[in-house]
């Protein structure tokens, strides 16, 4: 565009056409904190025995798997490393416990209850290391890896010490399901109201 001039010629400057409002991002947590907490509640439900595993295999291989592995992307994209590993590797772990339950019903890679536990020891380690990354960002997401470190350890125990430690895991990770979820709820709540509705508390570790 040129601006015309006081005799009728266009000038020679251009003019900035207006720019058009800064798109205010979205928070890949909320729904990543969402299929983490919703997957791992729905575990623990049958964990404990009040549902089979069917509804946690499809939950588990579509919101815990790939949404929150979508979310860890985002995650990527934002900048933020913490969530970019943790969002992206839960994803990854949900897909796969869900792959493994198909492959023992279709008999297709089996797995044994052994193989499971040295699955959920691997990840027990990772967890072990992203828990002194959350202490170091907030009360509520710090207390979501120490239970899920927890959960972790419970759930070894059940597969080569007692299989009684399965429901003592379920009912403990229930609470770092509701914890995950009520850091969605911070984000969302923040974001509609414009004000820190659900505080998450300061870093444990400072």
């Not at 049958?46 to 939950?59: A, E, F, R, S, T």
């Not at 008999?107 to 959920?120: N, Q, S």
């Not at 027990?124 to 959960?151: P, Q």
Request: charged share 10%; aromatic share 12%; with cysteine.
């Amino acid at each position: 565009m040129y601006a015309p001039s006081p005799t009728g010629h266009r000038l020679a400057e251009p003019i900035a056409a207006p720019s058009e409002p800064a798109r205010k991002p979205g928070n890949p947590a909320v729904v990543g904190l969402a299929g983490f907490g919703l997957s791992t509640l729905l575990l623990q439900f049958h964990n404990v025995g009040w549902v089979g595993i069917g509804p946690v295999v499809w939950l588990g291989l579509v919101f815990g798997g790939g949404a929150q592995l979508v979310a860890g992307l985002q995650e990527m994209k934002a900048g933020n490393n913490f969530g970019y590993s943790a969002f992206t590797a839960y994803g990854c772990f949900w897909i796969a416990l869900a792959l493994m339950q198909i492959g023992n019903a279709t008999g297709l890679f089996t797995v044994t209850e052994t193989d499971v536990g040295w699955y959920l020891v691997a990840w027990t380690i990772y967890t072990a290391v992203m828990t002194f990354g959350a202490l170091r960002i907030s009360t509520v997401l710090g207390l979501v890896f120490v239970t899920l470190l927890i959960g972790f350890i419970l759930l070894d125990l059940a597969h080569f010490v007692s299989p009684a430690f399965t429901v003592v895991a379920g009912y403990e990770l229930m609470l770092c399901a509701g914890l995950a979820l009520y850091g969605m709820a911070h984000a969302i709540f923040a974001d509609v109201f414009g004000r820190d509705v659900l505080p998450m508390g300061k870093p444990l570790i400072p």
